[in-house]
């Protein structure tokens, strides 16, 4: 059997996803790799097909129960045999689990890794008698100290390629820097590996970064819109999960809480609550790796501040797995980075304190961003992406911006005055000419004191963080944070660089749940049928088939057996077992409403584009729109624009106002003539700089898209 051959029959997709092809060869020619891909990206495809097809066992060293218990479920119903060994299972289970592994019943083996190399363990020993031919270490980055989340249990890891020097490993991770990506190689004394590192893009995540004002009123507004979808929300505390857990009964919402300091009976129960949808939000501490697999997390929120991008982005990354549009939130204080800088900080280690401040510190300025949060994010990990990737808040957010050189040139002044030895909140003062006696008596002599008395202390702090962000003014890392000037500061104070300020901003309204399908009531029977599947298999309902998967089945309406194979997900084993039962509501819908199937929309060669793919621009534009570009031009309309590639309709429209803008695309495509009249006459009313007040007067006949659409043929025209 060959590898495209396995990906169908087991797990139902013709075609692999990054670089998971070259990823199996490696590994099937007895190669280490070490592979770098998304959380959500299918990094367990890269071991779990190699351990179909050789021929003995795989072990799969793991940190989480939660994670193994998941994996080993989801396998099982897919048809491989799988097994975990760990702590919570009786005497009689392992003497099973021994016994089945003699006899060669298990493909694959998940244990943590203190129980491979733990204290008078005789699991090693064992292990070396049965026929090994494939380790696979997930979560790789726990073994580096430079990691987000080290583990000291990982670092007996590094005795494998000793007990093991034959068999080839690989390494997993969703998020390691450089000098993590570097730490991993050397701790786990891999043989000449093959490194692959794919797109860390998750096109389907919209982030979102707002000032944190009142956390619980703001929350409760996102999760009113959102009360039959699944999420996450990270906090920094343990008291703090379950007050908010808590808070979120007492206002109606089904959530429990999720930290280390809970008994396993505790843990345990309310993580299968979460996987079963019994309970739709989970309040977890940012400090504690759920390691949950849950395919349709629709969002996670992070009501405090990560301590640093690789956790956030592998926190994030929970979102969407199933490939389908999710969100990310993160609600930011300042003072937030202050309270984790004692987090940051290792007792008698300079060098890893040094390290861990400024991985806080490209936290912070990830949260004061006026660029584009994808390309910041993915810079961060060393992969260029185009400014503007139209599904952040900041992409999405139109501003309006005014010459604050001025501002900006008494800001710096007073920082230079005082000789780059105070920090943020004692240079506002100083500028506000303010009268607490903190403020030294010969700073009130200066003739700068006092010479911004007429802007508000909240504007200053914005002005200062916008001037930090823009790179006029830097924070020193270490002790005592403190204001200097940059190498840029000059020309500002100079009068030869200009200086501008965000005025005002007006945020599209944009909602990036799942897209309408064509048929939301077969929708919801489905998830009916898949949840008494579920309940008679005793497991959770995403392991029997995604959201994604029924989502392609309301669209497209299979009518047998043969066009439900063409459903992304639906290997031979899925086939067999639930084919049948999942079948029936479609036909039974079909029959109620005269409907026929759409099956032959989808291509049966091919699964839909992974969105990391480039396409070539027409004139312009960065390789996101484009691919929305080449889309819409094959004749797709928005809405399965959208649902192809798991981004909301309004990034879709946006994506091709930008096109009405260079030229590429005609306004009429998009707005009909009679809506095109309409829209001008508002915008020479009201001006085009917010759109929520056009949207408002010209009612809900008219689409933000439409609007949008005008304004960029408004602009190319001018």
């Given amino acids: 059997m060959t590898p495209l051959q396995a990906l169908q029959k087991y797990f139902g997709y013709n075609t692999f996803r990054h670089q998971q092809e070259a990823i199996i060869q490696h590994i099937l020619n007895k190669q280490d790799v070490m592979a770098l891909m998304p959380t959500g990206g299918g990094k367990s495809l890269c071991y779990q097909l190699p351990a179909v097809l050789l021929n003995g066992l795989t072990i799969v060293i793991s940190p989480l129960i939660a994670l193994m218990k998941d994996q080993v479920d989801s396998l099982n119903v897919s048809g491989i045999p799988a097994a975990f060994l760990n702590s919570a299972q009786t005497p009689d289970e392992q003497r099973l689990l021994v016994e089945k592994l003699r006899n060669n019943q298990v493909k694959l083996l998940y244990l943590a890794p203190e129980r491979l190399f733990g204290n008078e363990n005789k699991l090693v020993p064992f292990l070396k008698t049965l026929n090994v031919v494939q380790i696979a270490i997930d979560e790789a980055h726990c073994i580096s100290q430079w990691g987000h989340d080290f583990r000291p249990e990982y670092l007996m890891l590094a005795q494998l390629k000793n007990e093991f020097p034959n068999v080839p490993v690989i390494a997993l991770t969703a998020t390691a820097d450089k000098l993590t990506q570097k730490d991993i190689l050397e701790k786990l004394n891999l043989h000449k590996p093959a490194v692959f590192v794919s797109s860390f893009n998750r096109a389907n995540i919209t982030y979102t970064v707002v000032p944190k004002k009142n956390s619980f009123k703001q929350l409760i507004a996102f999760l009113n819109e959102r009360r039959e979808e699944s999420g996450i929300i990270y906090c920094l505390s343990r008291k ?316 497209y309406l299979p009518q047998s057996l043969d066009e439900l194979r063409l459903i992304s997900g639906f290997g031979d084993v899925k086939l067999a077992r639930y084919g049948r039962e999942l079948l029936q509501p479609v036909k039974d819908y079909c029959k109620e409403k005269s409907l026929e199937s759409k099956i032959a929309y989808k291509s049966a060669k091919r699964e839909r584009k992974p969105k990391t793919e480039r396409t070539r621009s027409p004139r312009s534009g960065t390789d996101t729109r484009s691919e929305t570009f080449n889309l819409y031009r094959q004749g797709k309309n928005v809405m399965e624009i959208a649902a192809e590639r798991g981004l909301s309709q309004v990034t879709i429209e946006g994506h091709l106002s930008h096109f009405v803008q260079t030229g590429d695309l005609d306004v009429n495509e998009l707005v009909s003539e009679a809506k095109l009249h309409v829209i001008l006459e508002a915008l020479e009313s009201y001006g085009a700089e917010r759109l929520a007040p056009l949207k408002e007067v010209l009612g809900d006949a008219y689409t933000y898209g439409e609007i949008k659409a005008v304004i960029s043929w408004m602009n190319k025209n001018q």
């Fill in 240 to 555: 703090s999960t379950e007050d908010l857990a808590l808070d979120l009964k007492n206002a109606g919402f089904a959530a429990e809480a999720y930290h280390a300091g809970l008994n396993n009976e505790t843990k345990a129960k309310n993580q299968e609550a979460f996987l079963r949808d019994d309970v739709k939000i989970i309040v977890a501490t940012i400090a504690f790796g759920m390691g949950i697999n849950k395919s349709n997390v629709r969002y996670v929120v992070h009501i405090d501040l990560p301590k640093n991008i690789e956790g956030y982005y592998q926190e994030t990354g929970r979102a969407g797995r199933d490939g389908l549009a999710s969100e990310a939130l993160l609600l930011y204080s300042p003072g937030d980075a202050g309270k984790l800088q004692h987090f940051a900080r290792i007792e008698g280690n300079e060098e890893q304190s040094r390290i861990m401040l400024n991985k806080l510190n490209d936290m912070v300025r990830y949260c004061q961003l006026q660029t584009c949060r994808r390309q910041y994010l993915m810079n961060y990990f060393d992969e260029a992406f185009p400014p503007n990737c139209g599904s952040c808040d900041v992409c999405l957010t139109e501003f309006k911006r005014f010459d604050g050189t001025l501002i900006a040139q008494k800001a710096l002044s007073a920082v230079s005055r005082l000789n780059e030895r105070f920090g943020v909140n004692y240079v506002i003062d100083f500028l506000r000419g303010s009268k607490n006696e903190k403020i030294r008596e010969e700073h009130k002599q200066l003739k700068t004191y006092g010479i911004g008395a007429d802007i508000s202390k909240a504007d200053w702090q914005r002005y200062i963080r916008e001037l930090i962000t823009m790179e006029y003014l830097q924070v020193t890392g270490d002790g005592y944070p403190v204001l200097k000037l940059t190498d840029q500061s000059a020309l500002v104070l100079k009068g030869i660089q200009k200086v501008e300020f965000i005025e005002t901003q007006v945020t599209e309204e944009h909602h990036t749940e799942a897209v309408p399908l064509h048929e939301a009531e077969l929708l919801s029977r489905l998830k009916n049928a898949r949840r008494d599947i579920a309940e008679g298999e005793n497991v959770p309902a995403y392991i029997i088939v995604s959201d994604a998967t029924l989502l392609e089945m309301a669209t």
